[in-house]
């Protein structure tokens, strides 16, 4: 394979980045900046200019940007408002008449006359049609969590609807659930999308390629290398032949965290706390488990509803048919998996964002 034929994933996205006046993996980088980071200036000012800061922490990965994009050196700033204000910040600027074309994909002008960031058909085609153009958004806007193996990607510049367009987009690439999900934050929900394991798999392996050194724990699906050694050591010779309640009055870490962690280090196929499905119960299927449940055992009940043990207890705790004290998941709905809650104290760093 040509090293050019690394950069697409369709035909179609190759067909439209030939139209740019850029080299492919420059527009790939404003393609996928504009999903993350990146800023482009309005036009109306006679000029078009793409500018993107980030914080110190990231500077290694900004030049890397500037690099692919020409752009001669990294500068510094000191913020005078907005979320970072009073810390210094990396950013980049660079004009080009060649980023007119990418300002009008991205961006419209409303009738009260401000501009707007849009998620159009061709940004999206351009965005998933290149395995460049992902890796720069999720290394700009995502983050990896290596409990539950998720991939989630920050999208609240866009609206709700737009969030599910680009969602449904991602699974037909990753032929595997992507959801919007929700964040609250100071009394607001700022939408985001969140893969499931499956999809989290499929979207490592095409952006692994072209993930910046700095970024790579991003992509680091390897769990033992996030927790503390002697207990992944222990994990590996007394899993399975100790109950899990004695390791983890050993460890410190909860029974669930141990299931947890031994599923992700490959010691169990047990999935006990995966959800199998990807919509609600219907009422009818929940009229079902208020009458069969004390009277018919879980994993019958479970098979019948295509869901685990875990959650059909879950379920039943949130219906008031058990006072048991499980630690499930509160959501209402059925999903891909249950989130891991638990602020693992005993076992390892926590992942950078």
């Known amino acids: ?60 990965y900004l030049k890397w940007k500037a690099s692919i994009l020409g752009v001669p050196k990294v500068k510094f700033y000191i913020m005078k408002n907005g979320y970072s204000k009073g810390k210094q910040i990396a950013y980049i600027q660079k004009g080009n008449k060649a980023f007119l074309d990418f300002e009008r994909i991205f961006y419209i002008i409303k009738d009260d006359g401000k501009r707007k960031k849009i998620v159009t058909n ?63 934050k100071q009394g607001k929900q700022y939408p985001n999308l969140a893969f499931s394991s499956k999809a989290t798999d499929n979207f490592i392996k095409i952006i692994k390629p072209f993930i910046h050194p700095t970024m790579k724990y991003k992509v680091d699906q390897d769990i033992s290398h996030h927790l503390n050694k002697q207990i992944v050591k222990k994990l590996i010779k007394e899993y399975g032949k100790k109950p899990a309640k004695q390791i983890s009055k050993e460890t410190g870490m909860t029974i669930m965290e141990i299931y947890i962690v031994a599923y992700r280090l490959g010691l169990t196929k047990h999935k006990g706390y995966i959800r199998y499905r990807n919509k609600p119960f219907t009422e009818q299927e929940k009229g ?9 055992p879980g994993p019958e009940i479970a098979k019948r509803l295509n869901t685990s043990t875990k959650y059909i207890h879950q379920l039943a705790l949130k ?35």
Not at 331 to 345: C, F, M, N, P
Not at 346 to 352: D, H, P, T, V
């Open 1 to 60: 394979m040509a090293e050019v034929d690394r950069l697409y994933l369709t035909e179609k996205a190759r067909e439209l980045y030939s139209k740019f006046n850029l080299r492919p993996e420059q527009s790939m980088v404003v393609i996928g900046s504009q999903f993350g980071d990146g800023y482009l200036s309005d036009s109306r000012h006679r000029s078009s200019v793409y500018t993107e800061g980030h914080c110190l922490e990231q500077t290694e």
């Open 122 to 184: 061709e940004a999206l085609e351009l965005l998933l049609g290149s395995p460049l153009s992902l890796a720069i958004f999720y290394q700009d806007d995502g983050e990896y969590n290596v409990y539950s193996n998720r991939v989630t990607l920050h999208t609240c510049d866009f609206s709700v609807k737009e969030n599910e367009i680009i969602a449904k987009r991602f699974e037909q690439l990753l032929k595997a659930p992507v959801k919007v999900k929700f964040k609250r």
């Open 288 to 296: 079902y488990l208020i009458n069969a449940y004390g009277k018919v």
């Open 319 to 353: 219906l008031g048919l058990t006072k048991g004290t499980h630690k499930y998941n509160k959501e209402g709905e059925a999903g891909e998996s249950i989130r891991v809650q638990y602020q693992l104290r005993f076992i390892g760093a926590y992942i950078l964002l």
